[in-house]
Each structure stands twice: as C-alpha cells, then as structure tokens.
C-alpha cells in the first residue's frame, strides 16, 4: 500500500513584450512559460507559433531514461543534442507557419513523453523543463501491469515527431500542434511464433488562439495513450499455446484547458491573469501475475486538477525584467484495483487530495553586457495533501501529509547577432570554477537552447 501511495503522489505531482528566446529561457526563470511570452509558449498555445516565423531551435539536455533488455528494465543517462525544429513561413497574402519538430531521445523520456501536455496544475509542467522523476513514474506505470509496454529495447530511440501549424483566423491568430511518439519491439521463434510482441504509442492535439493584438491566448490539448503487450503462452483452461494479452489498455486519455489575459497597469507592470484545468484517466485490464487470468483484474487512475493564478512582469527599463507568479492549485485523484481472482472480488481504493496553497515563482533577467544576460529564478510550491485508503470496501486509514518543494535557477544567455543562445548553468560553476581548472567534475549545464533567426 505505502508503495502504491508514494508512486500516485510521484505521478500527481509530475502532471504539476515577445522576444526570440527559448525553453531554457522561461524555465530558469522561474517555470514561467505561463506569463512570459516566448518562443516556447508554442507548446501550451499553439497559436503563438505565427509570432516566431523563420527561426531554427534547438534543445539540449541531460536526461535520465529506462529501456527493457532481456525481461528486465534498465536505467541510462543522456546527454545529447535532443531536440531540434523549424519554423517555416509560407505565402504572401495569406501567410502561414509551419512547425517541424524531430528529436534524438534514448529509450523512453518521460519529460517530454508520458506526461506530454498535461501542463497543470501548478508546478506539474515541470516535467517538460528537466525535473524528470522517472523512476517513480515508472514505477508507477508499472502499478498498472504495465512493465514491458512501450519501451524501447536495449536503449533504442523512440519514434517521435511534433509538427505545429499556425495562421490569422477571423482577426485572430489560429494554432493546431500534432505530436507522436511509438515505439514497439517483437520477437518471434524459429518457428515463427511471436514470443513477445510490445508496443506504446501516445499521441497530443492542441488547439490554441490569441487575440491579433496579443492581448490574450486560450488553448485546449488532448492526449490519448494506447499500447500492446502479448507473448506466447498457453491459454486459462489449457488448450493449443497462442498470443496471449499480459495487459490490454482501456481507455487512457487526458483534457487541458488553459488560458490567459495581459493587463498592462502602467508602462512598468502588467499583470497576467491565468487559469488552467486538466481531467486524465488511465485504466487497464492485467491477465498474468504467475498464472494467466480469464476474468482480468482491472487498474483505475482518474485525476482533476485545477490552476488558478496572477502573474506579473515589472519592466523598470530596457534590458531588465522581472516577473512573479502567485497562484493556488487544486488535484483531486482516485485510483481503484479490481482483484477478480477473489471470491468475491475485492476492490482496493486510494484518493488523494493536493492542495497547493499557494505557490510562487519568480524570475529576474538583466542584460550585463551587450551579448550577455544574466537569469535567477525559483519556485516554491506548498503541498497539503490528504490521502484515504478503503481495502475489500472497508475503511483504511487517513494520511494528512505537508512540504515545500523548493527549486532555485541560475542561467546565462549569449547574444551574437542572429543566434542566441540560452543556458540553464549549474551553480557549481560559479562556485568551484571551470571543472577543467578546478579538477572538479561538475558539469557546466543541465539544459542548452539555442535558436537562429533567419
């Protein structure tokens, strides 16, 4: 049970003036990609892709990953060059941008992955900016019997791509992003029986519109999940040995709904009302645990979350700018497991209750010379959390359980001409020196965005 506990709370809290700059950018100042207006604000409003016409980015990062080898599941970490895009301009009259997206991830990347456009409530979007946790969610996953589907084998690469598309529309600006991610893995006998036969595929639509002027954004996402996962067995009640379901997906999906105003006060501060909702569910059915099963048993995940928040940018003059976020969140999430191998069959419940009440985040940039500026942020999120447990239909227990998950940021951006690069510096750097001087190990980095105007 405590198991089941620590993994759901893992996964609740993983779902948690316009310039050319990037992810790296908005996250180390302090995860506010919802004020700020950047070039990453593509991937929560799509529409915001017809700002950011002829430009090339692209992303680097340290990441952890999984991958199954032989039956069993192992972890890697990544350095790589793991993102890269275009964003392409057509016509005249009528003009349009196109959005390409191709990426170098190892195994599978729950960062930009799983979790994909569930970018709330407060704090849950930080799974697309480095905090990655995956272990957790991968055990997580695994609670749902999901142990062999969707990773890629031996450390393979997925199969992903993201292609956006935005244009004006009666006045407005229009948005649609398309993202897919596949990866499968079978195997058959020299007698051409499928021993083993996996596959995971999760795929993301968003729809986004912003005012002509800029003045507000809305944006709707939706992801759905499926996956397959069979080997060779012989059926329950005996018979000739076939492809048997070790699980079966369903029904997975999740709704975003998120939106945003800028009220300017004065020439110094504008204020940005913001809001954000989110509903996911994830059920499947397992067939094996020792024995194969003819009436599964049956894993239930539903969550609603809810973001409410005010930010603000203060702008005291040109090349320096700060801004704030203040907000509260609300997820209210249930899980259920079935047991149908019982007479009668017993029902496990879990619900849990997070409040973050409130959270803040602040950024800072400042130019420091003409081709370098210097970036501070941090987050704090207030956790109450409320967990209930009910076992075969009776009651179990109450957790009550409150933390600060705290983060601070340090980056460096570098300005030559038409190229910009933008830096998330590990502050060991500033402390211990260059690790080709000092002797110390530390790396310079954990993320790298570059991107090039043309």
Request: hydrophobic share 35%; net charge negative.
């Amino acid at each position: 049970m405590r198991k089941l506990v620590t993994l759901t709370l893992c996964f609740v809290l993983l779902l948690s003036a316009a310039s050319f700059a990037t992810k790296t950018r908005v996250n180390t100042m302090g995860e506010n990609n919802e004020i700020m207006v950047d070039e990453a604000n593509i991937w929560i409003f799509p529409s915001r892709l017809y700002d950011y016409p002829d430009v090339a980015v692209a992303e680097f990062n340290t990441y952890d990953y999984y991958y199954t080898k032989d039956g069993e599941q192992y972890y890697g970490y990544g350095e790589h060059f793991n993102e890269f895009g275009v964003h392409w301009k057509f016509g005249k009259d009528k003009p349009f941008v196109l959005g390409t997206y191709l990426y170098n991830y190892v195994g599978d990347y729950y960062g930009e992955g799983y979790v994909g456009n569930m970018y709330l409530p407060a704090g849950l979007d930080r799974a697309s900016y480095g905090y990655y946790y995956d272990k957790q969610l991968y055990d997580f996953l695994d609670v749902f019997s999901s142990s062999y589907w969707g990773y890629a084998p031996e450390g393979l690469s997925n199969k992903r791509i993201s292609l956006l598309y935005a244009r004006e529309l009666g006045g407005n600006k229009f948005g649609f992003s398309f993202s897919k991610l596949h990866s499968s893995y079978r195997w058959e006998d020299d007698e051409g029986n499928t021993q083993r036969d996996v596959s995971f595929s999760r795929y993301n639509f968003g729809f986004g519109l912003t005012e002509a002027s800029g003045l507000w954004d809305v944006a709707a996402h939706i992801q759905m999940i499926t996956w397959k996962n069979k080997t060779w067995g012989t059926p329950p009640g005996g018979g000739d040995a076939t492809e048997l379901d070790y699980t079966k997906p369903a029904g997975n999906m999740s709704f975003t709904l998120l939106g945003r105003y800028f009220k300017q006060m004065n020439p110094v501060v504008t204020l940005v009302p913001h809001a954000s909702f989110v509903y996911a569910k994830f059920e499947s059915e397992d067939y094996y645990d020792g024995t194969w099963f003819e009436n599964p048993d049956t894993y239930k995940f539903n969550m609603l979350g809810l973001t409410v928040g005010s930010g603000m940018h203060y702008q005291p003059s040109a090349g320096m700018l700060a801004v704030l976020d203040f907000g509260i969140s609300y997820v209210k999430a249930d899980y259920e497991m079935v047991d149908n191998q019982t007479d009668p069959a017993e029902t496990y419940e879990m619900n849990a209750t997070v409040m973050t009440l409130p959270y803040f985040k602040i950024g800072f940039e400042g130019e420091v010379l003409t081709w370098l500026d210097a970036r501070f942020g941090a987050t704090s999120y207030w956790r109450d959390v409320k967990w209930e447990y009910t076992d075969a239909g009776e009651p179990d227990g109450k957790d009550f359980e409150r933390w600060p998950d705290n983060v601070t940021y340090l980056g460096l951006s570098f300005n030559f001409g038409r190229l910009t690069i933008d830096t998330w510096t590990n502050p060991e750097l500033f402390l211990d020196g260059l690790n080709f001087l000092s002797g110390e190990e530390n790396g310079m980095n954990a993320g790298m965005s570059a991107i090039y105007s043309f």
